[in-house]
C-alpha cells in the first residue's frame, strides 16, 4: 500500500527517537512491499524558533491531509519561562484538538527481564496489561484560563458528548479484551466527574457484556501500585490520564518504552510516544527508541491497517527486549541506535524465518 506519513520530530530526544521509529517503518515498507512517504513538520519549540508559533498552520495542514502523523516530543527549558508569551506545548494541544483525537490510547505492559527495574515486588508485576484511554481534547487542558496578579484559574470542563464518545471507545476496546472497564474519576468533589460517571454508568448499559467498575483517582493512584495487574481497559478525563500513565510506566520500568495512538473520528490518528523531550540526556544518543517504535507499531495497526506488519515490530521489540543491549533507562549501556539496531535484526531475522 501507499501511505503518507507526516513526522514531527519536535524538540530534544524527539528527532533521536523518531529518527529510530521511521528506520523501522522504512524496513517494513521494503521488507513488505509498501510505499511510505515521509515528509518532516516543524512543531513545539523548533517550531517557535523557526516560525514564530509552535504549531505553524502549514504544519496542521499536512497532518490533516496525511494517513497517520508520527510525533516525538515537544518542549524544553528554552521555552519554559513561566512568562513566555506561548510555549511549545501549546502546539501540541493545538494538533490534538485540530486533528480531533480524542482517544489517547495508552498500553502498558511488563517485560520478564525488566520486572527487576520496577520499584514493584515482582509477583505483583505478573500478567499487568492495562490499556489506558485518556481523554485528550477536554478537561482542564482545554477550559478558559484567566490570570491576574494574584490570582490564576483553569477551568475543567466536560459535554456529555465528548464524555459518551470516548467511553464508547473505551468499552469497545474491552469487548477486544477482558472485557472490563474501570472508569476513573473524582466524582465525591468534582461536578465534571459527578457528570463523567453519570454518562459513563449510561453508556455502559450498551455494553452489558462488559463489567464497569468505578474509581476515584486518588485512590486508583495506590491501587495501581497494589495491583496493577487486576485492571483491563482504565478510562479516564485528560488530566487524570495524563498522571496515572507515568505512574503505569514505573510499572513497565522506564517512561522511554510506552507508546500512544491517539484517534478521533477523523481519518487521522496521531502517534507519540508517552515520554517528554527529556532535557537531561537530550543530544547524547541515550535515549530509549522503544515508545517511539512501539508508537509506529500502533500506526501501522490503527492507521494503515497492517496488522501483521504491526506485530512484525512488535515481535521484534519483544526480541530485543529479551536479548538484546539495553538503554540506560532500562540498566544497560546501549545508545539509542543500538537499542533500534536490535529492533532492525530481529524485524530482519523474521523475515528470514518467514520465507
Ligand atoms: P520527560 O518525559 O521529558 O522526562 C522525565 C524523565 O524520564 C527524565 O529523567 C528523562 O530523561 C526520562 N526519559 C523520558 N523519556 C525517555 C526515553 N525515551 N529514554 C530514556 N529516558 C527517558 O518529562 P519532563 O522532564 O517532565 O519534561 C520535559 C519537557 O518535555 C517539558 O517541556 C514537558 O512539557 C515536555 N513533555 C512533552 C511531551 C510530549 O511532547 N508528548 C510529554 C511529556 C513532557
Ligand atoms: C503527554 C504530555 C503532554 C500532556 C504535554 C506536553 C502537553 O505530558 O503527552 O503526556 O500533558 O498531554
Ligand atoms: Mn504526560
Known amino acids: 500500500m501507499k501511505a503518507n506519513i507526516a513526522i514531527l520530530p519536535g524538540d530534544g530526544i524527539g528527532p533521536e527517537v523518531i529518527a529510530a521509529a521511521v528506520d523501522v517503518l522504512a524496513d517494513v515498507a521494503r521488507r513488505h512491499g509498501h510505499e511510505f512517504a515521509f ?10 524558533d523557526t516560525h514564530g508559533e509552535p504549531l505553524p498552520a502549514a504544519t496542521l495542514a499536512a497532518c490533516k491531509a496525511a494517513d497517520a502523523v508520527l510525533l516525538g516530543a515537544v518542549g524544553g527549558p528554552k521555552w519554559s519561562d513561566p512568562k513566555a508569551p506561548v510555549r511549545p506545548e501549546q502546539g501540541l494541544l493545538a494538533l490534538r484538538a485540530g486533528l480531533g483525537v480524542y482517544a489517547n490510547l495508552r498500553p502498558v505492559s511488563v517485560h520478564p527481564r525488566l520486572a527487576g527495574l520496577s ?4 509477583e ?13 481534547t477536554g478537561g482542564a487542558y482545554f477550559g478558559a484560563k484567566t490570570r491576574s496578579a494574584d490570582t ?12 459518551e464518545r470516548v467511553a464508547r471507545r473505551a468499552f469497545e476496546l474491552a469487548r477486544g479484551r477482558r472485557r472490563h472497564v474501570t472508569s476513573v474519576d473524582k466524582a ?18 450498551d455494553y452489558p457484556d462488559v463489567q464497569l467498575e468505578h474509581q476515584l483517582v486518588d485512590s486508583m493512584a495506590m491501587l495501581l501500585l497494589t495491583r496493577p495487574a487486576s485492571y483491563d481497559v482504565v478510562v479516564t478525563e485528560n488530566l487524570f490520564g495524563d498522571i496515572l500513565t507515568d505512574e503505569a510506566a514505573a510499572l513497565a520500568g522506564s517512561l522511554g518504552l510506552l507508546p500512544s495512538a491517539s484517534l478521533g473520528e477523523g481519518r487521522v490518528g496521531l502517534y507519540e510516544p508517552i515520554h517528554g523531550s527529556a532535557p537531561d540526556i537530550a543530544g547524547q544518543g541515550l535515549a530509549n527508541p522503544l515508545g517511539a517504535i512501539l508508537s509506529a507499531a500502533l500506526l501501522l495497526r490503527h492507521s494503515l491497517h497492517l496488522d501483521a506488519e504491526a506485530a512484525a ?3 521484534a521489540v519483544e526480541s530485543a527486549l529479551a536479548s538484546g543491549e539495553l538503554t540506560r533507562d532500562l540498566g544497560g549501556k546501549a545508545g539509542t541506535s543500538d537499542l533500534a539496531g536490535s529492533v532492525r535484526a530481529a524485524l530482519a531475522a523474521q523475515r528470514r524465518e518467514a520465507a
Open 39 to 48: 515528509a518532516e513538520h516543524a512543531i513545539g519549540g523548533i517550531a517557535i
Open 119 to 122: 520499584p514493584l515486588k515482582n
Open 124 to 136: 505483583k508485576l505478573a500478567g499487568v496489561d492495562v490499556l489506558f484511554v485518556r481523554e485528550l
Open 152 to 163: 490564576a484559574t483553569d477551568e475543567t470542563r466536560y459535554t456529555v458528548a465528548e464524555i
Open 188 to 205: 465525591n468533589v468534582m461536578e465534571t466527574s459527578r457528570l463523567w460517571r453519570e454518562t459513563i454508568t449510561r453508556i455502559a448499559s
Open 313 to 315: 515490530v512488535e515481535a
